[in-house]
């Protein structure tokens, strides 16, 4: 078969259940389809191609043997390179950590694995995953493969260039303020951030600990339910793992959304810098969701507008904490110096970049003495208004829906001198990783501006993913983007 590449790994998995396709052709076409765009898209920063056939050849095994791990033996996947991986380089898109080989699977990658899934490698991503770009890394960006002069979102950037131009059916990124949902936007795909201790956070590369949290960069939203269904779930090495089963997305997810009641948030629809293609597409979006039976409602979050600045106290906080154990001492980069305060601060000067040291002074200086209370302290009091908000109108709608980022995707350097526009690209999903709540981004078309992808976030009620995936299934099928030519990229 020619198309293996653009096949959802549902498609996969039937093909090999049918015996139609082998495991090992599938690692194959993927691996020729990397050889084929990475060049231009710099997606990955490790490659496993050996490692992919080995397991590709195993599933094979086990499937002639009928004793397959999971529906979805066989269908390759890659990680973004801050989930712990034994004796594969993790990185965290920083120098600091270069060539740092783990001894040990975190848990998501031991999931994956369980459930048959060859590992194609992994994936370039913001350094620690701070930024909505990817021009961060420490290892050059990724470029999204609408168009290469463009970046392809971030954190997640390598993740959502690489599914969205057919080099992996499925891959994982982790949200810590949008950097699933806002690059799936930009690259046109569907990006899932979980309920927070939903996914285990143990073995991923800690960037602010209250809010980090894996989630799926798909082709479809079949896909990312049955990603979510294989990773998910109570995890005893993680101490804020929710202590339950993950339900059966996929059972009741062509429900449809008759009678459901939507929020339409009035904040947001009446801000300003919201790109106008953006603002064309979601509205569209939203009649459409009308079409299919469900029932607008005007909902007001007053909380939604102070979440960047909460956001950029709490996360760059829990940074600095986290970011302290990178020491030259016990792993990592050391540059040596007479001492071991020159050797530290030597290594930490050249192993981390402007963006992580700029929230590293940040987070230090909002946990101080003498102004703890003024911004970190007030920055929790503006979380908890943001969860009460939340849990106000969820008593009256079903989930809400807002764009997923008020731009298409910019240009390769065009907000790195300007912090703050680039914090502002995560305005619509800070609030839900700062309340824990589920969300989805799912392609709604092109802007007409630009001919870029636009997203439709759908935020939905904490542990509600079920409601979540079934609105956003819905509006997939009807809008008929998902396994189009249209909803591909030339590359």
């Known amino acids: 078969m020619t198309d293996l590449h653009w096949r959802s790994a549902t498609e996969l998995a039937g093909l090999l259940a049918n015996g139609e396709v082998s495991a090992v052709e599938i690692a194959q076409a993927l691996i020729e389809r990397a050889d084929e765009v990475d060049g231009q898209l710099h997606a990955y920063l490790h490659r496993t191609d050996e490692r992919l056939l080995e397991d590709a050849r195993a599933s094979d095994e086990r499937r002639a043997s009928g004793q397959t791990r999971s529906r979805f033996d066989g269908v390759p996947t890659a990680h973004k390179d801050l989930f712990v991986t034994k004796g594969v380089p993790t990185t965290s898109g920083s120098r600091i950590l270069e060539g740092w080989l783990p001894t040990y699977d975190g848990t998501l990658v031991k999931r994956s694995a369980q459930a048959g899934l060859p590992l194609q490698g992994k994936l370039n991503m913001d350094e620690f995953a ?24 971030g954190s997640s950037g390598g993740s959502s260039a690489l599914v969205a131009a057919g080099g992996t059916p499925w891959s994982w990124g982790t949200d810590t303020g949008g950097s699933v949902r806002q690059p799936a936007s930009l690259c046109g795909l569907v990006g899932v951030k979980p309920t927070y201790g939903l996914v285990s956070r143990f073995g991923v590369v800690a960037f602010a600990s209250s809010l980090d949290q894996p989630g799926p960069l798909t082709r479809t939203v079949t896909d990312a339910a049955a990603f979510l269904q294989i990773a998910g779930g109570h995890d005893p090495m993680d101490s804020t793992s929710i202590p339950q089963a993950v339900p059966d997305y996929l059972g009741s997810i062509s429900g449809g959304i008759e009678g459901m009641r939507i929020g339409i948030v009035t904040e947001i629809e009446e801000a300003e810098g919201t790109q106008p293609g953006v603002k064309t597409r979601v509205g569209e979006a939203y009649r459409r969701l009308e079409k299919l039976g469900a029932e607008l409602v005007e909902v007001s979050l007053p909380s939604f507008e102070f979440g960047i600045s909460a956001y950029y106290l709490v996360a760059p906080a829990e940074c600095s904490s986290n970011l302290a154990r990178y020491d030259a001492v016990r792993y990592g980069l050391r540059v040596e110096g007479p001492d071991v305060v020159s050797m530290t601060s030597r290594t930490r000067d050249e192993g981390f970049g402007d963006e992580v040291k700029r929230r590293i002074m940040l987070g230090t200086y909002a946990l101080s003495a003498g102004y703890y ?44 001198a300007d912090p703050l526009s680039m914090y502002l690209n995560d305005v619509f999903t800070v609030p839900v990783n700062l309340a824990g709540n589920a969300a989805i981004s799912v392609p ?11 997203g439709l976030q759908l935020i939905a009620k904490a542990l509600d993913e079920t409601t979540m995936f079934r609105a956003a299934y819905a509006f997939e099928q009807d809008l008929g983007w998902a396994g189009s030519e249209e909803g591909r990229p030339s590359l």
């Open 373 to 416: 209370d003024a911004y970190y302290g007030k920055a929790q009091r503006v979380r908890t208004l943001t969860i009460r908000d939340l849990e106000r109108v969820f008593t009256d709608v079903d989930l809400i829906a807002t764009p997923t980022s008020p731009s298409t995707a910019f240009e390769l350097g065009a907000k790195t």
């Open 130 to 153: 701070m930024g909505s770009s990817t021009e961060n890394s420490g290892y050059g960006p990724s470029r999204n493969p609408w168009n290469t002069k463009s970046v392809p979102g």
């Open 444 to 454: 709604c078309g092109t802007s007409p501006d630009d001919e870029l992808p636009v």
